[in-house]
């Protein structure tokens, strides 16, 4: 099965790249695949704090994907799968797509504010001709209804 990988965080642009990947998972018979990546900064202190910093920052992820997946659930019907990873997002997101065979379609959300973000220039902008999968760039200023009709 073909997975439609989405990275999670807590930007606005975040909700347009779920609504368009789990819809078009749904209209091709795919899956919709939820990665959340913690940076490994937030934990260089004390062995204790650090650890307890790191537990603290996957209940936040595991509670930001129930969050998005209970609408996607009711709005769509499919039952995404969640993945956290440590790291940089960048690397994090390429070793996701390399260690998992079923990711077909990388969806990333585009800011508007102050750019489209890291991820989206970097992925799209310096590797995209080396990605190994299609990706698509959901525009952040796309209301709910629109990225719904692209689907």
């Given at each position: 099965?073909?997975?439609?990988?989405v990275v999670v965080?807590e930007?606005p642009?975040c909700?347009?790249?779920?609504?368009f990947?789990?819809r078009?998972?749904?209209?091709?018979?795919g899956?919709?695949?939820?990665?959340f990546v913690?940076?490994?900064e937030e934990?260089?202190?004390?062995l204790?704090v650090?650890?307890l910093?790191?537990?603290?920052?996957?209940?936040?992820?595991?509670?930001?994907?129930?969050?998005?997946?209970?609408?996607v659930q009711?709005?769509?019907?499919?039952v995404?799968?969640?993945?956290?990873?440590?790291g940089e997002?960048?690397?994090?997101?390429?070793?996701q797509?390399?260690?998992?065979p079923?990711?077909?379609?990388l969806v990333?959300?585009?800011?508007v504010?102050?750019?489209?973000g890291?991820?989206v220039?970097?992925?799209?902008g310096?590797m995209?001709?080396?990605?190994p999968?299609?990706?698509?760039?959901?525009?952040?200023a796309?209301?709910?209804?629109?990225v719904i009709?692209l689907?």
């Amino acid at each position: 099965m073909r997975k439609f990988l989405v990275v999670v965080d807590e930007t606005p642009e975040c909700m347009n790249a779920i609504r368009f990947a789990a819809r078009r998972a749904k209209k091709t018979g795919g899956g919709l695949q939820m990665l959340f990546v913690i940076r490994p900064e937030e934990f260089q202190h004390w062995l204790g704090v650090g650890d307890l910093m790191r537990h603290e920052a996957r209940e936040a992820a595991e509670k930001r994907f129930h969050e998005v997946a209970g609408p996607v659930q009711e709005n769509v019907g499919i039952v995404p799968e969640f993945v956290i990873r440590e790291g940089e997002a960048v690397e994090q997101v390429l070793a996701q797509i390399k260690e998992d065979p079923e990711v077909g379609v990388l969806v990333l959300g585009a800011g508007v504010d102050n750019g489209p973000g890291p991820l989206v220039s970097y992925l799209v902008g310096k590797m995209a001709g080396a990605m190994p999968v299609p990706v698509t760039v959901v525009p952040g200023a796309l209301s709910r209804e629109q990225v719904i009709a692209l689907c």
